[in-house]
T-cell receptor
Framework: NAGVTQTPKFQVLKTGQSMTLQCAQD?????MSWYRQDPGMGLRLIHY???????DQGEVPNGYNVSRSTTEDFPLRLLSAAPSQTSVYFC????????????????FGEGSRLTVL | AQSVTQLDSHVSVSEGTPVLLRCNYS??????LFWYVQHPNKGLQLLLK??????LVKGINGFEAEFKKSETSFHLTKPSAHMSDAAEYFC?????????????FGSGTRLQVQP
């Protein structure tokens, strides 16, 4: 059982470049999300999705795009990378019991460490 | 708006001694509360959760936490620390009545366990 798989694990970009962080889960979870983790700031929600075709912004969405064409995949796109986007990115999924509300356990990938020069 | 404060950024204990990681929360409604653990270079893993049932919650690896509404606290404890407990711990609050997905993470407490 793979759980939540993130690729790549490490990436170095130059300012202005674009890239996509991939996230896939094999647990048939409706809810998927992207967080960024910065020292001393915990995890902050970037975007989330409660099902295929539905996405919404989290706390820090600027500079990122997402789409959800299938239940399994939830890629995160950096449109024009900036040094402020240097961070560790985590994808997390969960069974969503009812619509937009979800207090279930989140299952996390192992993270993608991004450095923007 | 909900918020969570982890009162210590670093805690150091000796192996075999008790662990106390402190968490205070603020929520407009009845919250759900979680503790997650993150080992180095790994994703987060759920330790335990409180969702308005018993106020004393038992989790994995001998950890437990007590929900105290009057003190708005959800401190994590373990009677005897093990070297493998060295990790970063996050207290998380979820406000059920916001109508949208909202988990708020604390800033984390790094637990060191000395031999």
């Amino acid at each position: 059982n793979a759980g939540v798989t993130q690729t790549p694990k490490f990436q170095v970009l130059k300012t202005g470049q674009s890239m996509t962080l991939q996230c896939a889960q094999d647990m048939n979870h409706e809810y998927m999300s992207w967080y960024r983790q910065d020292p001393g700031m915990g995890l902050r929600l970037i975007h989330y999705s409660v099902g295929a075709g539905i996405t919404d912004q989290g706390e820090v969405p600027n500079g990122y795009n997402v789409s959800r064409s299938t239940t399994e995949d939830f890629p995160l796109r950096l449109l024009s990378a900036a040094p402020s986007q240097t961070s560790v990115y985590f994808c997390a999924s969960s069974y969503s019991g009812s619509g937009y509300s979800n207090t279930g356990e989140l299952f996390f990938g192992e993270g993608s460490r991004l450095t923007v020069l | 708006a909900q918020s969570v404060t982890q009162l210590d950024s670093h805690v150091s204990v000796s192996e075999g001694t008790p662990v106390l990681l402190r968490c205070n929360y603020s929520s407009s409604y009845s919250p759900s509360l979680f503790w997650y653990v993150q080992h180095p270079n790994k994703g987060l893993q759920l330790l335990l959760k409180y969702t308005s049932a018993a106020t004393l919650v038992k989790g994995i690896n001998g950890f437990e936490a007590e929900f105290k509404k009057s003190e708005t606290s959800f401190h994590l404890t373990k009677p005897s620390a093990h070297m493998s407990d060295a990790a970063e711990y996050f207290c998380v609050v979820s406000d059920e009545d916001t109508g949208r997905r909202a988990l708020t993470f604390g800033s984390g407490t790094r637990l060191q366990v000395q031999p």
